[in-house]
């Protein structure tokens, strides 16, 4: 059973905190993605990752940095964290393949709230 | 740049059809759908390349029509069980980055 996992499903921090979002796939993907989910906006890309190493900007990057050192493991970090950036995050990841693009498989979501 | 679907909302009574659409100002080679329920995380259910190939949901059914950058989800004698705010989803031209649109919520009701 394919696996997307994300390290907190609640998490609450103050204004200025450095937030940490980690996402898990166990899946061999190349592909993995980081995305802001907010009503009435829909799904947002901030960053995606084709490779170890490798991020794309995506959207909206602006606020957040991410991580990929491993295959299977892609994080989120918010440098100082803001009010305006309490949001639900989903992560996501796929196989790489050519231009019609793959099935990506998502996370259950972190629901950040920033006091 | 994300693709735009419409309605923003439709409430159905057991048995209704509904349609939901997707349209992009750029060419698309493929467009994917998702729903997601609510408090889940988005599932996938169909993918529509160019050229007319359709891959996914058997119970649910979609066009896509390259020349107008345009796609719709169509939902006949809807269930229960398809409440949920579906997505579609447009690859960029390269490394499989997706844009999706804001959502279509759907409610279907006894």
């Known amino acids: 059973d394919v696996k997307v996992t994300q390290s907190s499903r609640y998490l609450v921090k103050r204004t200025g905190e450095k937030v940490f979002l980690e996402c898990v796939q166990d899946m061999d993907h190349e592909n993995m993605f980081w995305y802001r989910q907010d009503p009435g906006l829909g799904l947002r890309l901030i960053y995606f990752s084709y490779d170890v190493k490798m991020k794309e900007k995506g959207d909206i990057p602006e606020g957040y940095s991410v991580s990929r050192e491993k295959k299977e493991r892609f994080s989120l970090i918010l440098e100082s964290a803001s009010t305006n950036q309490t949001s639900m995050y989903l992560c996501?990841?796929?196989?790489?393949?050519?231009?019609?693009?793959?099935?990506?498989?998502f996370g259950p979501g972190t629901r950040l709230t920033v006091l | 740049q994300q693709p735009v679907q419409s309605p923003q909302a439709v409430i159905l009574r057991e048995g209704e059809d509904a349609v939901i659409n997707c349209s992009s100002s750029k060419a698309l080679y493929s467009v994917h759908w998702y729903r997601q329920k609510h408090g889940e995380a988005p599932v996938f259910l169909m993918i529509?390349?160019?050229?007319?190939e359709q891959k996914g949901h058997d119970k649910i059914s979609a066009s896509f029509n390259e020349k107008k950058q345009q796609s719709s989800l169509y939902l006949t004698a809807s269930q229960l069980s398809y409440s949920g705010t579906y997505f579609c989803g447009t690859p960029s031209r390269n490394n499989n980055d997706m844009r999706f649109g804001a959502g279509t919520r759907l409610t279907v009701k006894p």
């Open positions: 996501a990841s796929s196989f790489s393949s050519g231009r019609a693009g793959n099935e990506q498989f």
């Open positions: 529509l390349l160019k050229g007319g």
